[in-house]
């Protein structure tokens, strides 16, 4: 069984920053491409960062040059570097990941709450 566990979600003010983690965990052979979306109230999920397994990112137009997507291999985790927080960037995050633990397949964390507020 595979689990993905968020961590780091909080509250913080207009302009901070936030480290937000996601570690998968169980039986990994390998895990391709991971991803961050996030959900804010009365809205859809949206996709907010990817990586793919040979470090090549995407981003969401509303997050680029404020948000950092990267991962470590070694430890199967997946971090999102979130700074100049907007109030906007309030939402449930969660990481996505596609693993391989004989075969593929996506499994999702359970979220993580970030709150923008002064």
């Known amino acids: 069984q595979v689990q993905l566990v968020e961590s780091g979600g909080g509250l913080v003010q207009p302009g901070g920053s936030l480290r937000l983690s996601c570690a998968a965990s169980?039986?990994?052979?390998?895990?391709?491409?991971m991803e961050w979306y996030r959900q804010a109230p009365g809205k859809e999920r949206e996709l907010v960062a990817r990586?793919?397994?040979?470090?090549?990112?995407e981003y969401a137009d509303s997050v680029k040059g404020r948000f950092t997507i990267s991962r470590d291999n070694a430890k199967n985790t997946l971090y999102l570097q979130m700074n100049s927080l907007k109030p906007e960037d309030t939402a449930v995050y969660y990481c996505?990941?596609?693993?391989?633990?004989?075969?593929?397949?996506?499994?999702w964390g359970q979220g993580t709450q970030v709150t923008v507020s002064s």
């Open positions: 996505n990941g596609l693993v391989n633990s004989g075969t593929y397949r996506w499994y």
């Open positions: 990586i793919n397994s040979g470090g090549s990112t």
């Open positions: 169980g039986s990994i052979f390998s895990i391709n491409t």
